[in-house]
């Protein structure tokens, strides 16, 4: 009993952080989609935490993504020049995107109320 004990828990440990890294191989956030369609846009409200328009790159605080299964999350969008500079670091946004692979490209973005 004594010996079998810790190799018992080392095989459910195992078996469990399998399984949590099948649910959330997040990063860079390819993962989401299977429940997506390719193309789908997909709406989120967020906090900008920082911009760079001329890289066209914007990284965001973004709550849940619900057509994604996506937790809330920081993490960075592509994003068109024009629509960078109509926001600022530490705004409220509401945005829609759309994924592709590994990534994630506003298609809209305004400020929230
Ligand atoms: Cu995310």
Known sequence: MKKTLPLTLAIILSLGAGAAC???VM????????QAK???SHQAVGVVKKVDAKAGKITLAHG?????NWP???M?????????ETVRAGQRVNFE???SGMDATITKIEPAH
């Open 97 to 99: 995107f759309v994924v």
């Open 64 to 68: 849940a993504v619900k057509s994604l």
């Open 72 to 74: 809330p999350m920081t």
């Open 38 to 40: 390719p193309g789908a």
């Open 27 to 34: 990063p860079g956030m390819d993962m989401g989609g299977q």
């Open 76 to 84: 960075p969008f592509r994003i068109s020049r024009g629509q960078a």
């Open 22 to 24: 099948a649910d959330s």
